[in-house]
C-alpha cells in the first residue's frame, strides 16, 4: 500500500514513518520541513506546500493521510489568518484533490481541542463542540470540511487526540508532559499553571499505533474518534511526572501550583476507538516519561528553538506566506 503524507516531518509523523516502514508500507511526505528533516531515508520526500499538490501528484496513492498545519495554540494566536489557512483550508483541498483523484481513504490529524471549555464529563464524539479560540475553531473547520467529502467510495477517517507527549526523532518541548520533563531535569522544579484543568493525554506511541488502526481498518469504516491514553488533571500529570522522575533519577524536584484561567478543560471517551479501530492504548503519564528518560540523551539540548514550534515559527513567519493562487487555465495574465 502507498501512502502520502502531509506534514509527516513533523513530530508525529517521524514517529509514525518508522512504524510504517517496519509494517512494509511504501511512504511519501509532502512537507515544508519547517522544523528540519528526522525520517528514516527510505521515506519518500516532496518538499512543497500542500497546496501545490495536484491531481496528478496523488493519483498513486492507496491512502492520504493529513499531519500538517499550525499545531498549537501559541503558534495560530501568532498568525490567526495564516492558522486558518494551513488548518482549516488545506486540510480541506487535500481531501478534496485526493478524493478527486482516486484516492480511497484519507485520514485527518484532527485534536481534543476541538471540546474547548467543557463541564467535568466524560465527552464522547456525539458532544457538542465548543472551542472560542483560533487553534480549536480551525481544527473543526478542517474536519468538518473533510468529513463532508465521505462517501461509499471514499473513506475519511478524523483521529481527534489528546495532547501527544513522549520521544520523536523530531522532538517537541512545548507539549504538557515533555514540557514538565524538561523543567523536572533543567530547573528541578515543575510549574503547574492550573491543577484542576482536565486533559487526555496522549503518548506518542499510542498516537502512532492509532493512526496504524485507521490505515488498516476495514474500507468501510469512516468516522470521528477520540484517541488518547487517558484523562487526568494537570496536577496529577505534575505529581506523576515529579514522582517518574525522582524515583528513576533520584533528583529532587520541586512543584509550583498557580490558578491560571485557562480556555480548555475536556476528559475523552475512546470507547468508540476501542470498539470500531480495535485501539488500546498501552501508555499512562508514567511510561511517556520513562521514554523521555530514555532518550533525554538526545534533546539535553533543552533551550534549542527547533524544540519549540513558536520559536521556529516566529523565525519563519515572515517568509511563510498564503499561498499564491493559481489561474485556472485560459486566465490571462
Ligand atoms: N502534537 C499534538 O499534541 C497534537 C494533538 C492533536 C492534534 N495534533 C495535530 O496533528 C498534526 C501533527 O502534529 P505534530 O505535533 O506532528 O506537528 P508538527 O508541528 O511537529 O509538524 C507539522 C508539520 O507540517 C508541516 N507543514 C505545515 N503546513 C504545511 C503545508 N501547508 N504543506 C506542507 N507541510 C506543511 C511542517 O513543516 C511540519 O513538518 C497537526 O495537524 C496537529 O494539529 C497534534
Redesign the pocket.
Known sequence: MRLLI?????????ALITRLLERGYLVDV???????NCLPPETGLLN?????LTTEDLKDYDQVL???????DP?AEYSPSKNF???AA??AYLAYTAKKAGVRRYI??????VYGYTVNELYDETRPVASSYP?GIS?LQ?EQAVMNLLDDEYSVIA???????GY?A?M?LD?IVNTMFKCALRDGAITIDNPTIWRPI?A?DD?VTAYVRAIEAHEEISGIFNIASGNYTVGEVGDQVKAEVEERLGAKVGLTIRHVQDVRNYKVSIEKAKNVLSFHPRHDVRSIVGDLIKHKNEFSDWDNPAYY?IRMFQSLASS?TA?VLAKPAGVAA
Open positions: 502531509a506534514g509527516g516531518a513533523g513530530y508525529i509523523g517521524s509532502a512537507d515544508l520541513f519547517w522544523f528540519g512543497k506546500d500542500l497546496f501545490d493529513f499531519l500538517a498545519g499550525l499545531s498549537n503558534m489557512v494551513y488548518n488545506a486540510p485527518y490529524a484532527s485534536s481534543c481541542s487553534y481544527k478542517g483521529l481527534r487526540k489528546g495532547t501527544v507527549s520523536s523530531r517537541r507539549l496522549l506518542i498516537a514550534n511563510i499561498p
